[in-house]
């Protein structure tokens, strides 16, 4: 891509190095609290039908920098892409979430899994990458992202959203070898998905492990951590890849913290659940932070956003390496004002921390 790039305070952020503001991007940013993001999905017709037309996941990419000033944009897609593209039939059922027609549950279902052709099945993924980095134009950098294996193995082997993913823990614990062959093959197709994201535009990856925080510290590294650091380490070592800085979003697992920071990973999300000032305790100087502000603080008054911001800037204090993001994605019942009473906030104050 030969765009140059025109706010780059994101990516330097990423890198610990000093920027003249705190950059802030927001998870699920192009979502359903906008009404012109309802409106695209409408038209649409579904989730998928939105997710997988190029077009359309351009346009609600860029909806959210159309009215706020947020420093990266992040792919519209969604987790679930690699396992839907496996043959796993993938639905979206109305107030119930992600549904699997086919979940894995034996050898035998977990064997004919084989890594999706980025060609092919994801095509439409990378189809939308190069239009939306087309579009901006320079504007701010663009990020990719992948589900991680424990998060995607999660959904597939349950074959719907649960508490606490049970049935994928006893194979854990039952059947050790069965669970290793699926992560494993979801980490080769997790590697191979980024790296056709880099080929296609991206500037950044994202990998989100939502459910790591439901294991313990033994089995996350076992089951979570070993395959996020596989990933990492192959996206490093291909020429496409191995310049993106790659954050590690663990939810709920802020214990874990100081390992996940020797996954070789740039940045580590973090939720809301811990103070920003034991999370840099945690991991030093060795990669930045991301976070974290609980999104539920949106759907209070601006006020408050304005000082519970202030807060989670106070805690990282004047250090380079902090973007300034939720805890975890927004909500839709947010009003888009007060997301730009954020915004504007965070730029306000990081300025002011600066001087």
């Given at each position: 891509?030969s765009d140059v790039l025109k706010n780059d305070r994101f ?157 994928l823990k006893s194979m854990c614990w039952d059947q050790p ?121 949106l759907r209070a008054s601006p006020a408050v956003i304005r ?49």
């Amino acid at each position: 891509m030969s765009d140059v790039l025109k706010n780059d305070r994101f990516l330097r952020a990423l890198r610990r190095e000093p920027t003249d503001t705190t950059p802030i991007w927001v998870m699920r940013q192009a979502g359903r609290y906008l009404p012109e993001y309802r409106a695209t999905r409408e038209r649409a017709g579904s989730f998928m039908g939105l997710a997988q037309n190029p077009e359309y996941a351009c346009e609600v990419t860029l909806q959210p920098l159309q009215r706020f000033e947020l420093d990266a944009a992040i792919l519209f897609s969604d987790i679930l892409t690699i396992p839907d593209a496996m043959g796993l039939g993938l639905r979206f059922a109305q107030g119930e979430g992600p549904q699997f027609a086919h979940p894995v549950r034996s050898a035998a279902d977990i064997a004919k899994l084989a890594v999706p052709d980025m060609d092919g099945e994801l095509r439409y993924v990378m189809d939308a990458l190069r239009l939306i980095r087309r579009e901006l134009h320079g504007r701010v950098p663009l990020i990719g992202f992948s589900g991680s294996p424990w998060t995607l193995a999660c959904y597939m082997v349950e074959g719907h959203g649960s508490r606490d993913f049970a049935t994928l823990k006893s194979m854990c614990w039952d059947q050790p070898a069965l669970a290793h062959q699926l992560l494993d093959t979801l980490a080769q197709a997790v590697t191979a998905y980024l790296v056709a994201q880099a080929e296609a535009g991206a500037q950044a990856l994202m990998i989100f492990d939502t459910w790591g925080g439901l294991l313990g510290p033994t089995p996350f590294r076992e089951f979570s951590l070993r395959y996020m650091t596989q990933i990492v380490t192959a996206l490093k070592e291909h020429p496409a890849s191995r310049e993106l800085p790659v954050i590690l979003f663990s939810k709920g697992a802020h214990g874990q913290l100081a390992a996940l920071a020797d996954s070789g990973c740039a940045a580590l999300g973090v939720d809301w659940t811990i103070d920003l000032a034991d999370a840099r305790a945690a991991v030093g100087d060795r990669v930045a932070l991301q976070g974290n502000l609980d999104p539920a603080i949106l759907r209070a008054s601006p006020a408050v956003i304005r000082r519970e911001a202030r807060a989670v800037m106070d805690s990282y204090g004047n250090h380079p390496g902090h973007v300034f993001n939720l805890g975890h994605g927004i909500t839709p019942e947010v009003d888009p004002d007060h997301v730009k009473v954020l915004v504007d906030e965070v730029h306000a104050y990081g300025h002011t921390l600066r001087t």
